[in-house]
């Protein structure tokens, strides 16, 4: 995507455990989205059918690590597999995205109006709303520049906790972000 005469890459990265039910939709979507040039799925030690599905995806990179290492460990094996600038960063249990969420998660970085957008699911199931509503930090759900994420230390021993630790960093450096609303989207409780 170009901004200006700057040409911005876009990769998605997304992080996945036992989610063969739920990856192909999400691929399925973005495959649709112009601005997205890279995909990649990380099977964090999944079990299940994860990489045969997320690999009969043409264009998709699996990478698929021997065991589990939590979330914040299999973003930055994603994010070491590319050069992207603007990297998104998206659950494989959702149910309900499309291309308007990608792009209303995009938007707000490529247009440099911030470093980080945070998505927040709204009208999709009520307990995921509220959840999101009391705590919006905890989405999966973001768009980031890379130098961003350079910066933030720890990032692959987080585990579950990669999130916090995102805004945590954004809150004490004053880093611009955006929240963005997700109507319609939800994911699968476990």
Known sequence: ???????????????????????????????????VKQIIVVSDGSTDHTVRVAGSFKGVEVLELPFNIGKGGAIMAGFKHTRAEVLLFLDA????????????????????????????????????????????????????????????????ISRFGMEVV???????HNIPTVTVCLPDLSHVIK
Do not use: W
């Open 1 to 35: 995507l170009k901004l200006g005469v700057i040409v911005v890459e876009v990769a998605a990265i997304i992080p996945a455990y036992n989610e063969a039910n739920t990856i192909g939709e999400i691929l399925t979507v973005l495959k649709e989205c112009p601005r």
């Open 93 to 156: 249990d959702l149910i309900g995205l499309n291309t308007g969420h990608v792009d209303s998660l995009l938007a707000p970085v490529l247009e440099l109006r911030a470093q980080m957008t945070v998505g927040v699911f709204d009208r999709g199931r009520m307990a995921t709303d509220l959840a999101q509503k009391m705590a919006p930090f905890l989405s999966g759900q973001r768009a980031l520049t890379r130098s961003l994420l350079e910066q933030v230390a720890y990032l692959d």
């Open 166 to 172: 995102l805004h945590r960093y954004a809150e004490e």
